[in-house]
């Protein structure tokens, strides 16, 4: 049995679960506005506690790689990375909106559809990525501000499109007029869903550059200038 420990922290929401082989074995959510600092560590032990499991059971850590909250990504990252050097175990990342698209598997019956997982950008802007419903890539990471015709390329090929995640409440009133549009914004990025992603990419030895990787944050960071004066 291969157990992994998944942190996601891409959104407001801290999200960690732990797998064997990629059956769930315990998973916990916390919905509060910047809380993963605080509470990231505290789940990860309430969690292997629960699951009679001690940190130097774990086989591996994945990660959410994004896109996402800066801090939040880091919070998460640098835990994962703490723990992997701690326990010489391998690091594996995870795609957050790759993680949505697995979720909404496990809702959809039809295996035809056309999968878009959206995260929040801020204003009328959103991180996305267009899967086909295996997870095969037709479109990578983006990030885009949403108009009328951002997806009109995709509405004549596919009969149904699912557009999900946090994001998509911007494209209510955008694509109110496609009739093979479900629109499903009740979906975010948790850890319980990266079991499966995760342990395929173990068996691939799929794994990171503890001193390297960087999470995809789905565009440049920036920093605002500081309008305090210099001590200087």
Do not use: W
């Amino acid at each position: 049995m291969i157990t992994i420990l998944s942190i996601e922290t891409a959104t407001s929401i801290c999200s960690v679960a732990i797998h064997q082989d990629s059956k769930t074995l315990a998973s916990a959510d916390l919905f509060l506005e910047k809380s993963h600092s605080a509470s990231l560590s505290l789940l990860i032990e309430q969690l292997l506690s629960h699951c009679d499991l001690r940190l130097a059971d774990l086989n591996a850590v994945a990660v959410s790689s994004g896109p996402g909250s800066y801090t939040g990504l880091r919070i998460g990252l640098s835990t994962a990375k703490g723990l992997c050097y701690a326990l010489d175990i391998p690091l594996i990342a995870i795609s957050s909106l790759d993680t949505m698209c697995v979720q909404m598997q496990k809702f959809i019956l039809n295996t035809s559809p056309l999968l878009i997982p959206m995260i929040d950008a801020r204003r009328m802007e959103v991180f996305y990525k267009v899967n086909q419903y295996d997870l095969t890539e037709i479109e990578p990471l983006n990030n885009l501000i949403l108009t009328e015709d951002s997806f009109d390329k995709y509405f004549d090929k596919y009969s149904t499109i699912y557009l999900f995640g946090n994001g998509a409440s911007k494209a209510s009133d955008l694509y109110k007029e496609k009739r093979n549009l479900i629109i499903i914004k009740d979906v975010n990025p948790s850890a319980m869903f990266m079991g499966k992603l995760a342990f395929g990419k173990y068996q691939l030895n799929q794994f990171e550059d503890l001193a390297y990787f960087e999470p995809d944050y789905g565009k440049e960071f920036f920093s605002p200038v500081s309008k305090k004066k210099s001590f200087l």
